[in-house]
């Protein structure tokens, strides 16, 4: 009896100090140094805006358009090298022009709407297959892809959200040039 319990003190005096005496102590302090630094570069977005891209978005895939709604005043200097005002009152005078605007809007609206539902179908069945699982390996591997179809999902709410944003701006911008109302039903 003395000898076991002997036995037993000893194995719990040299596992507290057994890291020590090989060097396997952990630095807690770079360690979060490192995990700083890994979720700087990871909160940075990778997508980058500029000129030439600025009217679309890719995410998860898949291209998703904007319709860039123009300034009713000119910018400074491109006054004189635009065509006459009256040319181009024209061309917002014509229905197509209106319609072809909301029909692309209401079409990317869609596609998104379809895009959300089937990308909430996978999420579902992910979720089913990781709570089946009961490996933990297993369950790690489907909750990474369960955040990532998440993050797609609300990327394409909130690209959702801007184009219905889009839509009444339209109809705002519509009724501000004097389009009559049974043009854009």
Known sequence: MRI???FLALCLLFSGAAPRLLGDA?????????????????A????????????????GGR???????????????????EKPAAAKADVTKQPDYWKKQQADLEQRI??????IEEA??????????????????EQESIRAQIAQL????????LFLSQSETQVEELLEKAR??????GWLR
Request: hydrophobic fraction near 40%; glycine fraction near 4%; charged fraction near 30%.
């Open 63 to 81: 291209k998703y358009g904007f319709v860039q709604m123009e300034s009713e005043e000119p910018a400074a200097g491109e006054g004189e090298k």
């Open 110 to 115: 869609a596609t998104l709407r379809a895009d």
């Open 4 to 6: 076991a319990a002997l």
């Open 176 to 181: 501000k040039a004097g389009v009559p109302p």
């Open 150 to 157: 998440t993050n797609q999902i609300e990327q394409k709410k």
């Open 44 to 59: 940075q977005s990778k997508a980058k805006v500029n000129d030439n891209n600025v009217t679309s978005v890719a995410a």
């Open 26 to 42: 952990v630095d807690l302090i770079a360690l979060k140094k490192q995990e700083d630094e890994r979720r700087k570069k990871a």
């Open 120 to 137: 909430q179908l996978q999420l579902n069945q992910l979720w089913s297959d990781f709570y089946i699982k009961t490996i933990a390996a």
